[in-house]
């Protein structure tokens, strides 16, 4: 039998019908798969919003999609802009761009990197990782404060699908 996703005996408390090997079915749809992409825009939608903030709080002027980068650099350290591209899958202009717009805000620098001349690594500037990592500790705060009534162990749990399906994303 399906998991129950809502915890109500189906989607919205609807159980639909069950078809071959207990699979729920309406009109050809599963609907675990159908609520999983629904709760997964919802998510994405919110993820975006919290991105934009999160990146206004880092600097008034910085793109959402450089928080993604900050959030690299900080775990990864110095990287070349060709290594972030790749990770974030995106073009070399693109990250060029992004990365010269940061380092004009004075969030990263650009280094010569020891083992080739010609390239040079990215990494945060010390103010760089303090704006970020004071919002970073803000965000976390607030899932502390909203996932409060759920069991560590639920909290737990949601990291590790949310790694399983990264994953297999990325695979």
């Known amino acids: 039998m399906s998991a129950d996703v809502h915890g109500s ?15 729920a079915r309406s009109g050809g749809v599963d609907q675990e798969f159908l609520s999983l ?6 998510f994405l939608r919110r993820a975006r919003a919290a ?13 959402p999609a450089a928080y993604g980068l900050l959030v690299r650099l900080d775990e990864a350290d110095r990287q070349r802009a060709t290594e972030l591209a790749a990770w ?6 693109t990250m060029s761009r992004q990365l010269r717009a940061m380092e004009d805000l004075g969030l990263v620098t650009r280094e010569p990197d020891p083992a080739d001349g010609r390239a040079s690594l990215v990494a945060l500037t010390d ?13 976390r705060a607030r899932y502390v404060r909203k996932l409060a009534d759920w069991d560590r162990a639920e909290v737990a749990e949601l990291a590790r699908l949310l790694h399983q399906l990264n994953g297999r994303a990325e695979g």
Request: proline letters at 6%.
């Open 9 to 23: 005996g189906g989607v919205g408390g609807y159980r639909a019908p069950e078809g071959p090997e207990g699979e």
């Open 37 to 42: 992409e629904r709760e997964l825009a919802v």
């Open 51 to 63: 991105s934009g903030d999160m990146a206004r709080e880092v600097h008034p002027e910085l793109e």
């Open 88 to 93: 974030f899958g995106v073009g070399k202009a």
């Open 127 to 139: 103010g760089g990782r303090e704006r970020f990592r004071r919002v970073r500790d803000a965000r």
